[in-house]
T-cell receptor, first 114, second 116 residues
């Protein structure tokens, strides 16, 4: 069965510092991996995805993610954090092909302090 | 704005009642997915419709049902409501396989259901 794990419930970063939010996956076949962000009382916003190709994927708002097949990881990164990046981040994997549902991790709360 | 709309934004009802949540996908998207977000269960997939046909079921209770209409909007019906059904319900849509843009799901703002 497909699954993703986010090992950190919360990540604290100072504004201006680089941030990393971790995600590992377990899939059979090729993984279709995603990152979404959820601000309080809002829906999920798509940040980026890995389908195939370059291991470094660039997304919205300056975020990027690195796909690492040997470590089965898909960590979300940003070179310089902003206070406005504070939110709940979800890693997800597509279940059973390009049209399957998403299977989400438990989410990581990112807190960026000024 | 993702282009996916959901109504109502908030719904407060009593145990034993029935409610209907509505979702309009992005223009041209054929797939609609329903998810439930709760504190204890996280984000859980409920059901997937593609062009009016049910494609997959997840952790959807028998008290819940859904459908997708010819205009592609979808409704999620929740009946015999229990306190534990209180949650945020999201729908998401994605494009058809033919478009080549089928991989990404775009989420609506959600409907917050409170069962008292």
């Amino acid at each position: 069965a497909q699954s993703v794990a986010q090992p950190e419930d919360q990540v604290n970063v100072a504004e201006g510092n680089p941030l990393t939010v971790k995600c590992t996956y377990s899939v059979s076949g090729n993984p279709y991996l995603f990152w979404y962000v959820q601000y309080p009382n809002r829906g999920l916003q798509f940040l980026l995805k890995y389908i195939t190709g370059d291991n470094l994927v660039k997304g919205s708002y300056g975020f990027e993610a690195e796909f690492n097949k040997s470590q089965t990881s898909f960590h979300l990164k940003k070179p310089s954090a902003l206070v406005s990046d504070s939110a709940l981040y979800f890693c997800a994997v597509r279940n059973g092909g390009s049209q399957g549902n998403l299977i989400f991790g438990k989410g990581t709360k990112l807190s960026v302090k000024p | 704005d993702s282009g996916v709309t959901q109504t109502p934004k908030h719904l407060i009802t009593a145990t034993g009642q029935r409610v209907t949540l509505r979702c309009s996908p992005r223009s041209g998207d054929l797939s609609v997915y329903w998810y439930q977000q709760s504190l204890d269960q996280g984000l859980q997939f409920l059901i997937h419709y593609y062009n009016g046909e049910e494609r997959a079921k997840g952790n959807i209770l028998e008290r819940f049902s859904a459908q997708q209409f010819p205009d592609l909007h979808s409704e999620l019906n929740l009946s015999s409501l229990e306190l534990g059904d209180s949650a945020l319900y999201f729908c998401a849509s994605s494009a058809s396989v033919i478009s080549g843009e089928q991989f990404t799901q775009y989420f609506g703002p959600g409907t917050r259901l409170t069962v008292l």
